[in-house]
């Protein structure tokens, strides 16, 4: 598994949209890192939103 992702391939690892994941990113619920210019998405911060989504599913039932 990689550390860091594109935006573009944490949004094919999660299997949603380029559009979605900028959403995500700019509602700051999926964390990002600045490497000089480049923004990278780790692959924790993916883990974490899945498990945010997890438990707030879970809550709901």
Known sequence: MQLLYRP???AEVLGIGRSKMF?????G????VRIGRARRVPAQALEDYVAR???????AA
């Not at 959403?23 to 509602?27: G, N, V």
């Not at 619920?29 to 990002?32: A, D, F, S, V």
């Not at 989504?53 to 809550?59: I, V």
């Open 8 to 10: 573009e391939a944490a």
């Open 23 to 27: 959403e995500l990113i700019a509602a």
């Open 29 to 32: 619920q999926i964390e990002t």
């Open 53 to 59: 989504l997890r438990a707030s599913a879970g809550a």
